[in-house]
Structure formats: structure tokens, C-alpha cells
């Protein structure tokens, strides 16, 4: 049976929100856009008139989709080159979703998604159909075709695991920015010791590069060896020149509701560094060069207004 132009718009206004489940459950923005479209093939295909909560149906359809590809990205990250790190999303980007609750900004913030990649399938799902969009535990239980205490442990149990490995500290953001003014200056001064007072003694430094762009296999840990990683870094090298092409211009701004540095070159972004930053110190920072990870922050770059770049890297 063809769709209405009804039955298109209800599937359209579902879609803000079916793309922000996808992409806080798959980390990915494209694989999240893949998912809600292969959602919307399978509501063209049902007899919509016998859906009596097109919401509900809808959520569940997609969910479904993504636990199959939760399941089969274990397998290919087994093979991936190097850190395998979220997709950022840069401030403005409706993929972001809602952010009206604390909840909902730490959901998708880069630290969390990031520490969800240790949630089993079934966790990520409830932690985030319950924790960022307030689902009750009965739909849950339902969209996931469990008992309602079951999918109440799940919650408390991956709950748990992402408190575990989060800083529990918050800072406003006029701190933030000074911090990290503060880390830029010292990154570029050449000296390790400044960057080091800026860090929390088990400090990390991941990159992912996705074997398209030079990234260490490995994360760098410890405030001296993120310190003397961020020195070498932003040391100016002809070599990097020619890995990127250029000279990148450096601006500071917001990814995924967090403080970010954004590396853009002839209007291509061409890395994101996402900081995790503490009432301590600098806790993490999350590098994203795979050029493949980076399209969509090209593309919403280009689509809002920014000053001129503090400065050029390299």
C-alpha cells in the first residue's frame, strides 16, 4: 500500500528524534542516517493504518536496526586500524538532538559515547532510551522484548558502568574557555611544563586516525606523556604540511556539547580534538583525523558562521 503525504509527514516529524537515538546508539552519523532511512523502508512497506502508536513502532523498527549493527561493528572494529572514536558533531548539528536535560547533554557528549563503546548492545540501547529521551522502563522492556525488571537491571547496571569511568565534576563555561586558551598557549609555547599544569595526572591523549591519517596505535597516558605528545603536536613540521596539504587554520568552539579544537584547511575540517575538562584539569583528549568521520562536520563548518582562526597549525 503506497504511503499518504500524511503518512510521510508523521514518518518526518519522527525523524529529528529517530536520527538522534540512532546516532547516540551508533556513534556514527552516517550509520545513523543509513539506519533511520532503512527505518522509513520499513514503514513504507507496513500497513500504517493498523499502527496504532506510529511512535512507538517506529522506535522499536529502528532500534532493532541498530542492535544488528551494534552486534556486526564488534566484528569489524576488531579489525580497524588503530582507536576507534565516535563521529563528532559540531555545535548547531540538529543530530545532536534534544538538550534540555543534563541527561540528555551528557548522552552526547564525547566522553560518554566514547565510554558506551563498553556497553553491551542491550545496555547502550536502555542507558539511552531511558537515561537521554525519559522512556519508561515498560516501553523499553517492550521495544527490546524483555521483562520490565530486566531492562530496570540494565539500565542500573550500564548506569553504573558509564558513572565508573566519567569525570564527576563540572565547570562553567567561562572556566572551560580559559583553560582551554590556556592549554592552546602552552601547546604552542614549545615547553612541556605549562601543558603539564594543565592536566590531571592520568590524563589521555587518544587519536583516530582510521589508517587514512598518521594516529598512534595506542593511547598516550599520563600527564608527561600528553604533555610532551601536545608539545610535539602543535610543533610546526614540514612533514605535517605535507600529510594534510597545508597549514590548517585553528579555531576553538563546541563538538558533541563540549569544548573543542577544529582544524579546518581550504574549508575542509580536518580534525576535531575534543577535551574533557575537570574541576582538576584537562582529563582527555579525544582526537578525530579520519577524513571518513569528518564529512559531516565539513559540511555543517560550512554551513554556519565563525571568526577568523586564532592560528595556523604547523
Known sequence: MAL??????????????????????????????????????????????????????????????????????????????????????????????????????????????????????????????????????????????????????????????????KARTEIDEATTRRIVEEFLAAATSGRTEPLVRLLTEDAIAIGDGGGKVPARAKAFEGALAVATFMRGLFKPAQAKRAIVGGSPGVHVTTANGAPAIVAVLDGRVVGVMCLEITADGIAAFRNQVNPDKLERATRQWAATEHGEPLFNAF
Open 4 to 165: 499518504t503525504m500524511n503518512d510521510v509527514d508523521r514518518f518526518e516529524a519522527s525523524r529529528p528524534r529517530l536520527q538522534a537515538i540512532a546516532y547516540r546508539l551508533l556513534g556514527s552519523a552516517s550509520d545513523a542516517e543509513d539506519a533511520v532511512q532503512d527505518t522509513f523502508l520499513r514503514w513504507q512497506a507496513a500497513d500504517v493504518d493498523r499502527i496504532e502508536v506510529p511512535e512507538a513502532w517506529l522506535t522499536k523498527v529502528l532500534t532493532n536496526l541498530c542492535l544488528n549493527q551494534l552486534t556486526s561493528a564488534r566484528v569489524r572494529r576488531e579489525t580497524y586500524v588503530g582507536e576507534w572514536l565516535p563521529e563528532p558533531l559540531l555545535a548547531g548539528d540538529p543530530m545532536l538532538g534534544p538538550d534540555d536535560t543534563a541527561e540528555q547533554r551528557e548522552s552526547v557528549s564525547y566522553a560518554v559515547l566514547a565510554l558506551m563503546e563498553r556497553l553491551s548492545p542491550n545496555e547502550r540501547v536502555v542507558y539511552v532510551l531511558r537515561e537521554a529521551f525519559g522512556y519508561p522502563h515498560r516501553e523499553v522492556a517492550e521495544i527490546l522484548g524483555i521483562t520490565e525488571a530486566a531492562a530496570q537491571q540494565t539500565f542500573h547496571r550500564a548506569r553504573k558502568h558509564v558513572a565508573d569511568g
